[in-house]
């Protein structure tokens, strides 16, 4: 391992010249923290290597109590021409705010001729994709914009100290769900990047950047519509083993997320990346459930009812549906019309404190 890393480092300092250091930077309303190169005059030329957004399709939340209740939500989803004309909205509201203030952006054509981004293509998915993150119960589709490669690893997770996603007001604790950690700290688990494919990643990155004298610029955007909570055994803390009734919540929320939203950056051979610190409203778009709340009753017998469509999530896990499985105990649902307009005009709060940040960093 110490001996690929080795060779991985002086490969890139080959390709990429003297390195330069990263910078601590944190945008001015507080939305983006992170790094940045530490060569400014290098930021205010760009070129987007990859640019994807994960549509939080399919939600889930289980219980620790005996049994483990589980309460699953999906979209009534837009066509997949509705969600690529809108990933394409959200790719041009970026490329506009960075011009405005000032940063160069390298046009798609460019990019697309450097013969690194073949080399990239090879590595990435075919948009759109669906991905499974089975043990945190979600279900993304993941669409890159203007044919840019679907590579993932090139836009991490990022660790935040606190995490603006919680349960639902009023509803059970982090301690007494399972995994809510995760779920609301990996919105793309790292099991799902091309981990093998890292330095064969960066070296690619390394040589368009190098190719177009700029920096290689990566996004990814996390959407997300709803929050989900459950109550259980009267709403105790800690974990829940008794009988009694569970009710699951849910609430429309639509937003572009923490930590799953993040820029990353290589230049000179050095990676740095920002992330979204707290979710933006996605305020034009109009997000409705079919119910608002269903209540599994639990029984000594060993029965279990259900006051709303049976199924979910639990039936989705035994029968390991796909995208395609109608299974869920919440549907969520939008008019598709709103979609591109609403996002690109929510999303233009991230872009233009991105826009500041490279700019001037501080």
Known sequence: MKLTLTVLCAALALLAGAAHAATDVQGPQGLLKG???????????????????????????????K??????????????EVLAAATDALYLQLVADLKAAGVDVVTTEEVAAQAAMADLRKIGRTSPATINDGSIKKLSTLVSAQNV???????????????????????????????????SSQWLRGTNIELMSLGGIHISQAKIAQGLNATALNVRLTVALVDMGITTCGNAGGECSGYGNTTGLVKPNARFVEAGTVFSFAHGGQQAVLGLQKPVAIAGLKVMTDIDRLELKKSFLGSDTKTARSGGLVGFLARGAGADSESADFWVSFDAAELQPALASASSTIFKELAQIMVNPK
């Open 35 to 65: 790094q940045v190169p530490d060569n400014v005059a290098a930021l205010k030329r760009v070129a987007i290597t990859t640019f994807f957004v994960q549509y939080v399709t399919d939600f889930g939340i289980e219980t620790k109590r």
């Open 67 to 80: 049994g483990g209740d589980i309460f699953f939500s999906k979209w009534k989803g837009p066509a997949p």
């Open 149 to 183: 490669p679907l590579v993932l690893a090139s836009v991490p997770d990022v660790r935040l100290s606190n995490y603006a996603t919680r349960p639902l007001e009023g509803t059970d604790g982090p301690g007494n769900l399972v995994g809510w950690g995760e779920q």
